[in-house]
């Protein structure tokens, strides 16, 4: 049994547990009248790099000035695989921020950006030119050559549920690197 005698670093609500985290561990009192915390491993800086990549997701959706139903399916099922509320998705589409720097991210979180940014672009069933340009423009800024995307949409299913050879992607993606 762990008593309350941590030094509270921040205060993160995570679906109905309340919590908080110190040192990159999520504690959890999910038994209040026992005093018992759990710890569960939890890393803040993860938490952020999945809003990121969401937002970038968001501006590519309303890219085209809308965003369709099938699009805002396929963020809120990433969002949720990701362990991120339907509050906070709704409330990231009602007001997107701007695009980051991505140049940052490891190369394997650089891909994952690229892949579900081409899967999304593909989730409404059409693919508008003004689509095809911001998902030309973020590969550049991951650090792609443009035709990274053309390269890659040809081998990416729309269908989320459908999951391509990442391995096989993941090395095609490779050999678009710039310098």
Known sequence: MIKDRFLIQGLLKISNFKGFFSNGVLFTRFLPKFR??????????LFCMIKEQLNVLINLA???STVAEKESKTIHMI?????????IVDGMLKKPQ????LSTLAEDQKFEHLYH??????????????????CEQIAEKLGYKKGVVG???SRIYSDPTITADRKLLMD????FLKD
């Open 98 to 101: 701007p695009i980051g720097d």
């Open 151 to 153: 390269d890659l949409s």
């Open 36 to 45: 018992y915390i759990i710890s569960i491993n939890f890393q803040p800086n």
């Open 79 to 87: 969002a949720r695989a990701n362990g991120i509320s339907k509050e």
């Open 117 to 134: 940014l081409i899967q999304l672009m593909k989730s409404d069933g059409q693919v508008f030119k003004s689509e095809i340009h911001f």
């Open 62 to 64: 309303a890219s085209d």
């Open 172 to 175: 095609r993606a490779h050999r």
